[in-house]
């Protein structure tokens, strides 16, 4: 059963063109639809649910932003892409604690 942490981050296109998501460090990419909203979903990589942090310790995600495309470095050991309502989008399953037939 999975015992670490869980973070969420929502992303919003309040623009009229698509809007380029990235993930790091998967270098995922995903383009997200005017007026439309996902959510990056990643768990901790220690069992106390602490995160590494990118610029400062302890923080799950930075957010690098551009006119047309955000980058988001999640700092977990997987991520997955889902809407507001959990459904998934993309999904980088292959090293998923939380999603692993065990738990």
Do not use: Y
């Not at 990235?22 to 069992?47: F, G, I, Y």
């Amino acid at each position: 059963m999975f015992t670490g942490g869980t973070a969420r981050l929502l992303i919003s296109n309040e623009g009229t063109a698509p809007l380029e998501v990235t993930v790091e460090p998967w270098a995922d990419l995903h383009r997200l639809p005017p007026d439309r909203t996902c959510v990056v979903v990643t768990h901790s990589p220690t069992a106390d649910g602490s995160w590494s942090g990118t610029l400062r310790k302890n923080e799950p995600f930075q957010v690098n932003h551009r006119p047309d495309s955000v980058t988001v470095w999640a700092n977990g050991v997987c991520f997955h892409l889902t809407d507001t309502d959990g459904n998934t989008i993309e999904a980088d399953d292959s090293h998923c604690p939380a999603r692993s037939p065990t738990s």
